[in-house]
């Protein structure tokens, strides 16, 4: 495993491929009108709000954790990746911004779906479930208490927001107004799967995911192609297994590998004098926050690579 480089990367600039667009953390390139350059930059984004201060190394760690769930998940479903080098399609003195954090990948016709799957009882679906004894209209047992594994995996899908907006939580028959049945019961039973089975390889390294989700785009055939990120902290909550028990049995959420301890920090801090409203511009991230969220990205990429 290549250790991150030191310096951040907050925003790439690539001048000799057209940029197609800016996310909350990664750069699209246009190569030719068949591929796209995606660049995973160190900017972290919570509550759908980037932050000003980028995490170092945050953008090659997401990216090898990414390319280590295509490769294990891949007989499930076809992903975006060509193969090919990102560095073979930029010139000389841009590869420096490439090396370590892209991904060189077909170009898809992108759903419009965020394909969540759910494990366990955390943060805004603990919260809806105290009130509904639900979590994105899919009634759950009574008696479910904070960081409780779910009796099996719900899918609960959002619609995509453009940049800045926040994705919104839609029922399954939605996503078949949509797309069609055929295809929405493609995506959910696609998305079960692999979190079913990225879920059994994580517990084995010693990690709980406790929901995370999937982007599929189509080709221009129609097939279903898992696209974008794929189980990285950016998108899926990571727990520490030796940590779980003693958090369910106080009713607080477990420690975690992913942005929720910036997501904590930020439920506290002010902008002006008060409370910050998820709304930018985001407050100052300290420091010492921002080592502690690139160490528990290093750490979940480790246990996830180490080998027994």
């Not at 077909?106 to 955390?122: F, W």
């Not at 208490?145 to 939580?169: C, M, R, W």
Request: charged share 20%.
């Amino acid at each position: 495993m290549s250790q991150p480089s030191i310096s951040a990367l907050h925003t790439s600039h690539i001048a000799s491929l057209p940029l197609l667009a800016r996310g909350k953390v990664r750069d699209n390139y246009a190569v030719g009108d068949d591929r796209i350059l995606m660049v995973a930059s160190d900017r972290l984004s919570a509550f759908d709000v980037i932050m000003g201060e980028p995490i170092p190394g945050k953008g090659e760690l997401l990216t090898q954790m990414a390319l280590f769930w295509f490769d294990k998940l891949g007989h499930i479903c076809p992903n975006h990746l060509t193969g090919e080098a990102p560095e073979s399609v930029v010139q000389p003195e841009e590869v420096a911004q490439v090396r370590g954090r892209s991904m060189l990948v077909k170009r898809l016709q992108p759903i419009m779906i965020e394909a969540v799957v759910r494990g366990y009882l955390a943060g805004s679906g603990w919260q809806e479930y105290q009130a509904s004894q639900s979590v994105c209209g899919v009634p759950l047992p009574p008696g479910l208490s904070n960081a409780a594994k779910l009796p099996q995996p719900i899918y609960t899908p959002a619609a995509k927001a453009q940049v800045g907006d926040h994705d919104e939580n839609i029922p399954y028959e939605r996503t078949v107004e949509m797309v069609g049945e055929p295809l929405a019961a493609q995506i959910r039973d696609a998305a079960l799967r692999l979190y079913q089975e990225a879920a059994a390889i994580a517990l084995e390294k010693g990690m709980i995911i406790a929901d995370t989700k999937f982007e599929f785009g189509l080709t221009e055939d129609g097939q279903l192609v898992l696209m974008d990120e794929v189980l990285t902290p950016d998108s899926s909550r990571y727990w520490p297994v030796e940590g779980y028990a003693d958090a369910l049995a106080k009713g607080e959420n477990p420690p975690s590998f992913d942005k929720q301890f910036v997501r904590d920090w930020l439920a506290q801090a002010q902008v002006n004098g008060k409370p910050w409203d998820k709304n930018p511009p985001a407050p100052r991230v300290p420091q010492d926050v921002i080592q502690k969220t690139a160490d528990k990205y290093r750490e979940a990429l480790q246990r996830l690579t180490a080998t027994a």
